[in-house]
């Protein structure tokens, strides 16, 4: 039967159309650089990349960094800074040419989605406001002459000072001041379905009226409620509160489809004297109750459901940046790429993001691939870990905290040290034909904790009712092995209908013979099976 083109046509839309529908809420990280002791863009996206930060924001259009991502999957936000409003918003050549030079050459390898034309311009002195406008329509128009027009998004930030009032959040209202050029942008953003992108921090509210704000209130650990008396609608943390405020303030303007992002906030780990809350706990507690808040989906009281976007401030501390102590401690990472405090971007909780090449234990030892290992000699080692090596490879499954990167060494790594750590973390245990090696620098990363030897390992020994432990499945009640097997592995069945492994499955390749047979699974094993 020939395709109907009309039907499609449809049907790709109807496709992008749910993709789009079911993205969900976004985390983000802020790319600054006002320090002179940074890490090169190469080594930053290795660590972006390593800590699975899928969007990032830097302040300019820097060539070396624009290079550094690409290929790598990161969805770039990328800025036109306030000095370049003059000639953005004069000649549109001028912008034509740096679409050119700075973003063609670049893109679609650099995944650029989003252009922010001037950063908080009510901030700046009152004659930047007037161009910022101006420079948006040529962006946006250099962008229509190549194309990019639907795939790459123009806005600019703003601070929350844009707003005369935010409480209520009911009653959050523009500034009259600037009227001027705010209609005609929120005209733009309106009819080019762009995003209203606004700065947000918590952290000034308290540190500036802590009398009339709580710390756990703008922890997003308060167990009391604020209570709107206009709308009756009930706030638990100030993050939310003065999202709806801007809601509020863009619905009293009547643009009620405007979407807004959230481009920068966070908790600085360090302050002056004078603000003693601004402590790496405190920062932990904020990104991480403030990651969980968004990945939930939850939206906002007035906003139920709503996807939000948010980029966390920063990813480095900045040692030039001016003014207070805080200023200079915002980042997650100390420019030698350690962490500053633990945090997990999945939302499940707080582990510690340190990279695996600065984490060092002088009291354990972990077992991991050899990088000179072959993969068929890799490939055999794991499927054997995971199947009679008895090791729960559940970790390493699709969607799970160790899946990624998708890597045989990777997952080899992570199943040779669980095997290594539940027998005694004796170099026999660590061997595997030889594939093994012991180290002292801890492999653990983002979500996936490597386990140790004083781990609780109760819940990775043995089988459990029901599934094939480390396979990724049965087939005609057959254990199938984790990766595609580059060695077959035979199956019998037992008296009671229960799957045993052939024990004879070249065991001589990964362990002593004689520890080998310590590991047979005996039939008083199987019955829990039963």
Request: charged share 15%; with cysteine; hydrophobic share 35%.
């Amino acid at each position: 039967m020939a395709r109907n083109p009309v039907i499609h046509l449809l049907l790709l839309l109807l496709l992008h159309f749910f993709a789009v529908l079911c993205r969900g809420s976004t985390i983000g990280v802020c790319y600054g650089r006002n320090a002179d002791d940074l890490p090169t863009p190469d080594k930053v996206a290795q660590l972006v990349r390593l800590h699975n930060i899928k969007y990032l924001r830097i302040y300019d259009s820097n060539i070396q960094v624009l290079k550094a991502f690409a290929n790598t999957g990161v969805e770039l936000m990328i800025g036109v800074p306030n000095s370049d409003l003059l000639p953005f918003s004069q000649f549109q050549s001028n912008v034509d040419t740096w679409l050119k030079n700075s973003i063609i050459p670049y893109y679609p390898a650099t995944k650029i989605t989003c252009i922010t034309v001037g950063a908080e311009v009510t901030e700046s002195p009152a004659n930047v406001s007037s161009l910022v406008v101006p420079a948006m329509h040529n962006v946006l128009a250099a962008l229509r002459k190549v194309g990019l027009h639907r795939k790459i998004k123009v806005s600019s930030t703003h601070s929350l000072g844009v707003l005369s009032r935010s409480f209520p959040p009911s009653a959050g209202a523009f500034n009259s001041s600037h009227a001027f050029f705010l209609k005609p942008m929120l005209e733009f953003l309106a009819e080019n379905q762009s995003p209203f992108m606004v700065d947000i921090y918590p952290y000034y509210a308290y540190r500036d009226s802590h009398n009339n704000v709580s710390l756990d209130y703008a922890l997003f650990e308060s167990s009391s409620e604020v209570i709107d008396p206009n709308t009756g609608l009930i706030y638990t943390n100030m993050f939310d509160a003065q999202i709806d405020a801007l809601y509020f303030a863009l619905m009293a303007l009547n643009f009620r489809t405007i979407k807004v992002m959230v481009t920068e906030t966070g908790w600085p780990s360090k302050g002056s004297a004078k603000e003693k809350d601004a402590t790496p706990d405190n920062a932990q507690k904020y990104n991480s109750n403030l990651i969980r808040h968004v990945i939930n989906n939850t939206g906002t009281p007035a906003k139920p459901g709503e996807e939000l976007d948010v980029y966390i401030f920063s990813l480095f501390n900045e040692n030039r940046k001016p003014g207070l102590e805080s200023e200079r401690n915002w980042g997650l990472f100390y420019p030698d790429q350690t962490s500053v405090y633990s945090l997990d971007f999945t939302g499940r909780g707080a582990v510690d993001m340190t990279t695996e090449a600065n984490i060092t234990s002088s009291n354990g030892t972990w077992c991991i691939a050899s990088s000179t290992a072959s993969e068929l000699d890799l490939q055999s080692a794991l499927d054997w870990a995971c199947g009679p090596g008895n090791v729960d490879c559940s970790a390493i499954q699709p969607s799970q905290p160790c899946y990624q990167p998708d890597t045989l060494p990777s997952h080899a790594s992570y199943a040779f040290n669980s095997y290594y750590q539940q027998n005694g973390a004796t170099d026999i245990s660590c061997s595997f034909g030889g594939t093994g090696v012991k180290t002292n620098k801890n492999p653990s990363y983002d979500s996936c904790l490597y386990m140790t030897s004083g781990s609780n390992t109760s819940a990775a020994r043995g089988w459990v009712s029901g599934r094939c432990r480390g396979f990724t499945g049965m087939q005609n009640g057959i254990c199938t092995p984790h990766r595609r097997r580059l060695v077959p592995i035979e199956a019998v069945q037992s008296s009671k209908g229960t799957t045993q492994h052939n024990t004879t499955l070249n065991s001589e390749r990964f362990v002593d013979q004689s520890f080998w047979q310590t590991k047979i699974i005996d039939t008083k094993q199987q019955s829990l099976l039963n």
